[in-house]
């Protein structure tokens, strides 16, 4: 499932899917825990292969501006 470029919607939705929390209201100012965090990780890791692990300070990356910041900085997202 390699692609060249995610639109932020499609990783809203990827994360959304992953959290599945019923009290998330804003995913812009959501935390996600460590379990999820590192499922957003791996499946981004089957999008993009080799190319998240590599991405410095990722595991500190737990909302959803920081990991759209980096990843938008790799030229892996974009916004359309």
Same mark, same amino acid.
């Given at each position: 499932m390699?692609?060249n470029?995610?639109?932020?919607?499609?990783?809203e939705?990827? $994360? @959304?899917? @992953?959290i +599945?929390d %019923? !009290? &998330?209201k804003d995913?812009?100012? =959501?935390e996600? %825990?460590?379990?999820a965090?590192?499922? @957003?990780l791996?499946e981004?890791?089957?999008? =993009?292969p080799?190319? $998240?692990?590599?991405?410095? +300070?990722i595991? !500190?990356?737990n909302n959803?501006?920081?990991? *759209?910041?980096a &990843?938008r900085?790799?030229k892996?997202?974009s *916004? +359309?």
């Amino acid at each position: 499932m390699v692609q060249n470029n995610m639109k932020k919607k499609e990783l809203e939705k990827l $994360i @959304i899917r @992953i959290i +599945n929390d %019923d !009290e &998330l209201k804003d995913l812009k100012t =959501y935390e996600w %825990d460590s379990l999820a965090h590192l499922s @957003i990780l791996m499946e981004l890791d089957k999008i =993009y292969p080799d190319k $998240i692990t590599s991405i410095e +300070n990722i595991a !500190e990356m737990n909302n959803f501006f920081k990991l *759209e910041k980096a &990843l938008r900085s790799r030229k892996l997202i974009s *916004e +359309n």
